[in-house]
Every structure is written in structure tokens, then in C-alpha cells.
């Protein structure tokens, strides 16, 4: 399996970047997907999940800024961040729970990550 992540770059404050996380391979089934992200000195963060059920969870910091989305039958992940802040800064990671097959448990995946610099 192999996660494939796109759209980082240099920002200005209040500008807006999305990304996208592609996954290939050998997936027989995909459950809740993700964005996290690490930013200089910190821990990395969950930023926004979106389960099977469309359910979606986003971090206090990012509510009413990012929005994730899906694309199932593209087996793709989507972030929209708008409103950009230079705390956004971070390298951002997509995540996903694949089973590989339907004997398998879910096993959690992970991008490479993509830098996102958001200038003040």
C-alpha cells in the first residue's frame, strides 16, 4: 500500500492550499481517513478525520477553516484549508485505515507528508 500526498506549499496568511492523498495498491477496504501534522518543535497533531459514515472530527484550532473530504472510489482524501495562519505551518501527513485484505484487520497508513509555510 502506498499513500501518495500532493498540494503543500508557500502561502501568505489568509490565503487558501489544498491537498490530496491518493492510495494504491493492495487495498481491499478503507475505514477512517485522516490529516495530522507536525509543525517545528511540536508534536504531530490530528487535524481532521472523516469515517465511512462521513462522520468528521476537526482540531479546535482549524474548525471553520479546514474542511476534509473523500472520494471513495478514488480511494483519495482531500484537505481544503482556507483562512491560513503561519501557526498553520507544518508538514501535514495523510492517514489512512486500509484492511488488505478481508481477513486482515485494519492497519493504519501513512503518507510521506507534504510542507505547508503559511508567511505572516
Known amino acids: 500500500v502506498q499513500l501518495v500526498e500532493s498540494g503543500g506549499g508557500l502561502v501568505q496568511a489568509g490565503e487558501s492550499l489544498s491537498l490530496s492523498c491518493a492510495a494504491s495498491?493492495?487495498?481491499?477496504?478503507?475505514?477512517?481517513m485522516a490529516w495530522s501534522r507536525q509543525g517545528p518543535g511540536s508534536q504531530r497533531e490530528l487535524v481532521a478525520s472523516?469515517?465511512?459514515?462521513?462522520?468528521?472530527f476537526y482540531a479546535d484550532s482549524v474548525k471553520g477553516r479546514f474542511t476534509i473530504a473523500r472520494d471513495n472510489a478514488k480511494n483519495t482524501v482531500y484537505l481544503r484549508m482556507n483562512s491560513l495562519e503561519p501557526e498553520d505551518t507544518a508538514v501535514y501527513y495523510c492517514n489512512i485505515d486500509i484492511k488488505v485484505d478481508d481477513r486482515a484487520a485494519y492497519s493504519r497508513f501513512w503518507g510521506q507528508g507534504t510542507q505547508v509555510t503559511v508567511s505572516s
Open positions: 472523516m469515517t465511512t459514515g462521513n462522520i468528521t
Open positions: 495498491g493492495r487495498i481491499f477496504s478503507i475505514d477512517r
